[in-house]
């Protein structure tokens, strides 16, 4: 039986893995950040995104990984 929320775990993992070998120079905090899964909560801080469903950070997640393959070209 598919689980949406372990699907969109397994699919934010494989992007990771892709960011990782297209930026071997890069720290995994940066590809976190690149990635919007770890951002500001505007005060200097880090936001907790503990209540936010894992399909809607793959969505941002993906956008993200769009905008960087874009402006790579």
Do not use: C, Y
Request: glycine share 10%; charged share 30%; net charge negative.
């Amino acid at each position: 039986m598919s689980n949406p929320r372990q699907d969109a775990n397994r699919a934010l993992i494989d992007l990771l893995i892709e960011q990782i070998e297209g930026g071997p120079d890069l720290r995994f905090g940066q590809v976190l950040w690149n990635l919007g899964i770890v951002m500001s909560d505007g005060a200097g801080g880090i936001l907790d995104p503990h209540a936010e469903e894992s399909v809607v950070t793959l969505d941002r997640a993906k956008q993200r990984a769009e905008r960087l393959r874009r402006a790579a070209e």
